[in-house]
């Protein structure tokens, strides 16, 4: 009943809860008994009550009518023994007259004698027991008996009685005492010849008449013969009949028979507790009476008893009947309706499992249930593909959450070995995997050594490595298989039939039972990672999260290089490529600090330029013997620093010294002269020839000298100047004498001031080759100065000076308009798809107008957007400082038609994020990289993602500094677009250039342009 409160439902008896329990399971224990007889339960019950009732009703009345039934059975089985006994003596009766009447036709001649054929009569038929004659006055005439039998004559009564009924028989029964069989007399009067009359009689046994009575009785009746005289004897043994011959006497005399009832009418009445019956004998009842009797109280109690045992059985038919209708009503009914119920509670519920269990059947319930099982079944598909279907949704999202919290941590450049830890963090946090483990080959390239991992500790500490060869426990394994082959291998089944080592086992105990591994790119070093992911779970890794994870560890591997990289051109441009020492960028921001610190507790810092003759090694014995004594000083100057002490590379292949809490100068002077002697006795050896440095130092000292960190630069290196021009010996210290040097710098740049109009500068172009077709793809215009008194002299010489001077600009707009002076003219020529590059000063870059500038001198020459172009080389430092400003510089530019080319790439800021924002066209390897190819894995390396990176970003790469066909190779198969240096051909004059790599000019054309 919804609604009913708990406290008013009534509740049924323990007794009835525990059967409801049993033929109900899962249903409650307590119902209200309105809830009860409302219930399917209840109505079959009730069909089981209303199905036995008629068979109740009809027992209880045919119990009702059973005493009555009973006695008139009695009276009926009393009736009809009586009818056969009257015909059984009326037989006697007939056969005893007529054998009677044969024996005696007459008298015989004697009085006195009898026929003999009444002896024979006797003699010949058992049953007649006695015959013979007696005169009227009652005399016996003769007497034939049966031998052992009573010898019976004729009674009185009965001699009266046939005399007065001439030719009549006349007959009467007889029994005097109990225990003699009851006899039958008949008689008839004879008439002699002289008229005397005598009576002829025959006695019969009454034996076969009670008999056939006692057959025909019922059980308990009993027999009494009343005979002509009012005595009466029982027929058989009374036994424990309640009724006695004085009561059947008694009876008998009290009884008036109704002239209705004749001689020979059953006539049944009461007698005490019992009932009896009676059959007067003869034609008037003149021969005697039987009596019949049955215990009333005994007839009654066979009926109780015959009703006890119908109630019982009819008891047990009716709760046989109710259990089987109740027994099929569970089994056709109630058992499926619970079923079919059970199973709609359970998809409410939302299991959609759950099934009613009934065979097919074609009745409705079953047919009911059916339909109920189908669409359970319908619904359990379809939530079992909506379940997978967001399982699905739920991993990719997971995964592509992964995807995103890697490539944050690409965009934050947190280095190398941190991404890692994150990568691994991440797949196993973000992810839900149980453990991330990052290896890489080892150099010997037989181990996969640990990089990072996360995972359950207690299960996973010291896995540091595992075997690639595939011959031994743990070299079959999914990880040594990824390694060996490049490709992701996974194991649903894992170890499942695997060689297994330690490293496996301990993958076993740690619950790990699916695994995949995946290749994860190169180190810089050019090893291979692999990226192992485990879980707990068979059959885990389906086709789709194998994809998502295999572009997941793609960009992990991309952006692991470009981090590589990252860090790789962020340590090359703050370190020199061949030494790895602070460049001039960091020497200066160290000693910068190093000032800053002094000066707060005054104290002495000593820089120092040292010079170990490296340009004259070079043009001795080439670049690469010069490099490696380079190296070799480097590392002698490392070993013997101090503490406070820190050592740097200038350009010009100088060494810097900075020395911290200097004592006194002489004490400086004396650690400097110690440091020669150290130079002078490190050399190299080649082809049995020992090259040894030259050293020399510059010494300026703060603060005597100066308070900034360029400017103890610049004395220290003027003292070095100062030393090669003295005799004093190779350290000098700066003294004010040395700034007349200054005073000619100052000199040479008013000479510069006025190179200009007197036409002493000019181009030279060095060819930069296309790679792929090994055809010319342009130049790059480099400045040269015909000085009057020193000669031709090379950029580094005065571009310094024209950048502190402030000439550069004019200078600048010079170059630009003589390049594009050139341009025209070899267009003019023939050539065509040319580009010259031309090198763009920092001053020129934050000149305002310098967009208008490169606009004017295009437009002057009419080389806007023609097919020879001009390019801008412009290094990372001129552009990094103000990123807004160089990127709208850039874009006037690209406006105009030139193209932009990142000169020295990877020594500067090498900061990946300003390529996607500037209009980059070309990127221009710096020669420091590609000259060390051949002997630095590093340079190499650097090289290598310099080229990867342009690739990603659709940038076109040119490599300079190429001066052996071994690297001009090696570039080419890196898959770098352009390259220049003195392999191809040096920087050459403007007719030289023209005559060797364009095509024969046409008649006329002025060949220099």
Known sequence: MAGVPPRLAIHWSAAKCRYMDKLFPGEKKSMTATRWW???????????????????????????????????????????SLDHAKYVYDDIILDAETRLA?????????????????????????????????????????????????????????????????????????????????????AKQITSASSVRHVAFLAAALQPLSDFIAASLLRNARQFLIDTAGNVSSLGDLGHHSTSKESVRRALNDRTLQPSIGVGTLDLQPVGQ????????????????????????KLYSDAEATRTGSLAMILVGLLLSMTGIWWLGYRLILRPTQCVLRTTRAIAQGDFSARTGLAPGTDEITRIAISLDQMAEHFQQTATERTDHLKSLERSNRLHNVLAAIN??????????????????????????????????????????????TGSASHFIGLTWL???????????????????????????????????????????????????FPMGFSVSGQRRILVIGVDQEDY????????????????????????????????????????????????????????????????????????????????????????????????????????????????????????DAESIDAAERHMEALVGILLNTGIEIQGESIMPSPRIGISVFPGDGDDAPGLLDKAQAALTESHLGTAGPIRFFAPEISLALHESRRLEQQLGHAIEAGELE???????????????????????????????????????????????????????????????WEDRGATHLFIALNVSAMQMRDPQFGER????????????????????????????????????????????????????????????????????VLKIDKSFTSNMDNNNKARMIVEGILALAKSLELDTVAEGIERQAQSDAVTQMGCTYAQGFWFDRALPASEAADKWLAKPPAGSDSSG
């Open 274 to 297: 019992d009932l009896v019956a009676w059959l007067p004998l003869g034609k008037l009842g003149e021969a005697g009476t039987i009596a019949l009797s049955i215990p009333r109280a």
């Open 854 to 921: 490169v606009a004017a001198r295009l437009h002057g020459y009419g080389t806007h957007a023609r097919q020879v172009r001009l390019a801008m080389e412009i290094t990372e430092s001129q552009l990094i400082d103000d990123i807004d400003s160089s990127a709208a510089l850039l874009g006037r530019l690209k406006d105009l038609g030139v193209g932009i080319v990142i000169d020295d790439f990877g020594t500067g800021y090498s900061s990946l994020s300003y390529l996607h924002q500037l209009p980059v066209d």
């Open 541 to 660: 890794f389906e086709a789709e999260e194998i994809q998502i994870l295999e572009q997941l560890v793609q960009e992990a591997s991309f952006g692991l290089h470009l981090t590589a990289t990252e860090q790789t051109l962020d340590h090359a441009s703050t370190h020199d490529s061949v030494t790895g020492l602070a460049n001039s960028q960091l020497l200066e921001q160290r000693l910068s600090d190093d000032i800053g610190r002094a000066r707060l507790a005054k104290k002495q810092i000593l820089v120092a330029v040292i010079e170990v003759g490296f340009q004259n090694t070079v043009t001795q014995w080439g670049s690469r013997p010069a490099e490696e004594l380079f190296n070799c000083l480097a590392r002698a100057i490392q070993k013997g620093l101090g503490e406070t002490e820190f050592v740097g590379v200038l350009p010009g292949a100088r060494f810097a010294l900075i020395l911290c």
């Open 763 to 825: 181009l030279h172009y060095q060819p930069i080759i296309d790679l792929a077709s090994s055809t010319l793809r342009g130049f790059e215009a480099l400045l040269r100065w015909k000085h009057p008194t020193r000669g031709l002299l090379l950029p580094p010489d005065f571009i310094p000076l024209a950048e502190t001077s402030g000439l550069i600009l004019p200078i600048g707009d010079w170059v630009i308009g003589e390049a594009a002076r050139q341009a025209a003219a």
């Open 102 to 186: 044969k024996v005696t036709p007459g008298l015989p001649r004697g009085e006195t004698s009898c026929p003999p054929s009444l002896g024979v009569l006797v003699r010949d038929h058992a049953k007649y027991q006695s015959a013979g004659m007696v005169r009227e006055d009652g005399q016996i005439i003769c007497l034939f008996s049966t031998p052992g039998q009573p010898r019976t004559s004729i009674g009185h009564e009965q001699l009266l009685q046939a005399l007065q009924e001439p030719g009549q028989m006349v007959e009467s029964v007889s029994k005097r005492e109990d225990g003699v069989t009851p006899q039958l007399i008949v």
């Open 467 to 517: 075997s690639l060869d595939g011959s031994q426990p743990g070299g079959d394994g999914p990880a040594a298989r990824a390694v060996r082959d490049g490709i992701p291998v996974v194991s649903n089944r894992y170890p499942e039939g695997l060689k297994t080592n330690a490293w496996q086992q301990q993958w076993e105990r740690g619950g790990i039972r699916s695994v995949a591994a």
């Open 408 to 453: 944050a941590a690409i965009v934050r450049r947190i280095g190398v070995i941190p991404l890692l830890d994150e990568i691994c963090r991440v797949v196993c946090s973000t992810g839900g995997y149980r453990v991330a483990w990052i290896g890489e080959v080892d150099p010997s390239g037989k181990v996969v050594k640990e990089i990072s991992w």
């Open 38 to 80: 409302g219930s399917l339960r209840a109505r079959v019950l009730a069909l089981a009550i209303l199905a036995t009732l008629p068979a109740v009703v009809a027992t209880a009345l045919n119990n009702i009518t059973l005493l009555d039934q009973a006695e008139q059975i009695a009276r009926v089985s009393l009736k009809k």
